[in-house]
């Protein structure tokens, strides 16, 4: 009969570790919305924003998704569509001078 609680060696998380995980994303939400709201941010909101939604993503779907323990040819599935998407909105917010630099 398997135990309730999974051992060292079996590689899945234990809820300790999602607990840590929730809290971690719960600062960077909290850290999100402050930026938000903080007016000395304003120049930098976008890429602070993106920075932070994706080290979220990476955490979800390191941990909750369980990508950690599959195979490497689905953290390529998963993060070769994130830096796509994120070279195509930097590349947007250059276009659209979000990004002014010096000035």
Partial sequence: ME???????????TAGTYLRVFAVLFVITVVEVGVFYVPAFK???APVLLTLSAAKFA???M??????QDSKFFTFVFGG?????????????FL????????
């Fill in 59 to 61: 955490l979800v779907v």
């Fill in 3 to 13: 135990s309730a609680t999974h051992t060292e060696g079996s590689g899945h998380p």
């Fill in 81 to 93: 569509p994130l830096l796509l998407a994120s070279a195509v909105m930097i590349g947007l917010l």
């Fill in 43 to 45: 120049p930098l909101l």
């Fill in 96 to 103: 659209f001078g979000v990004f002014v630099l010096g000035g």
């Fill in 63 to 68: 941990f909750y998704m369980h990508l950690k």
